[in-house]
C-alpha cells in the first residue's frame, strides 16, 4: 500500500481491502464488456476515480448512494466506521468498490464482491455479488458495466470457483454480457425476518 492509499482529503484513511489489488487486476484481457468510449478501471472517465471503500467515504455520500439501491436507515458515523471494521477484520472476505467524483469528493457508484470460504470442493471458495448501485445522475455512462466487469475479474483473482448474483428480470440482460446466466432447475429462494 502506499501513502496515497492512506490520504484522504489529506488526512489519515483506510481503505477496506489493499487497492494493489485492483491496480494488479489483468482488465485489458479479462475484461468482457465492450465500452464506447473506452473506459478502465485506471480511467473512469474525467475526474472519476474507481478504489476500494474508505471509512472517510462516509462523508463522500457513500449511505445516499445506497439509498438509491434500497432502504439504509439512519446510520451514524459511529455505527458506519463499527461495521467497516468489522468487514476489514474479516480479511480477504468483503471487497467493496466505489467511483468517486472527484470534483465533488462525492462517491457516485458503488459494487461489493464477498467471498464465502467452504470445505467442499478442496478447501474452496465462492464469490457472490451484491449492492450494485450508480447514482442517478451518472446512469448510462457505462460505470455499472465497469463495476461489474471489475468485480467479476477480481472475484477469479481472489481464487473463487464461481460467482453468483440475485438480480430482478429486468436486470438478466444487463448481468449476461459479464457470464451470468440461469441454470436449468437453480432457484433463489428466499425467506425474511424484517422488512
Ligand atoms: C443497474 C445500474 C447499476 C446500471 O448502471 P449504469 O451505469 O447506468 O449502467 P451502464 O451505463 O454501465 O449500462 C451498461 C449496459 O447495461 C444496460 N442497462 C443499464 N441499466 C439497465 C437496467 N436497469 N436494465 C437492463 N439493462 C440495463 C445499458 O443499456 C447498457 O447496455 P449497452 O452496454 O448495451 O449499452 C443502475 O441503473 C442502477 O444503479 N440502478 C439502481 C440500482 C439497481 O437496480 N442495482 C442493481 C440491483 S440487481
Redo the contacts with the bound molecule.
Sequence with gaps: MTSNDKQANGVEDEPLFDPSILRELDFEHKSRATYNPNISPQNPGEMLKLRPLYKSDYDKGYMNLLS??TKVGNVSREEFEARFNDLKGCGDTYYIVVIEDMSLNQVIGTGSLVKERKFLRQCASRGRIED???NNA?????????LLDVLTILCQKIDCYKLSLE??D??V??YK?FGFDKEDGQNYMVQRFHD
Design positions: 438509491q439501491l450494485i448501485v450508480v451518472y446512469r448510462g455512462k457505462q460505470l455499472g458495466k465497469l438480480c430482478l429486468g436486470m440482460k444487463f454480457q
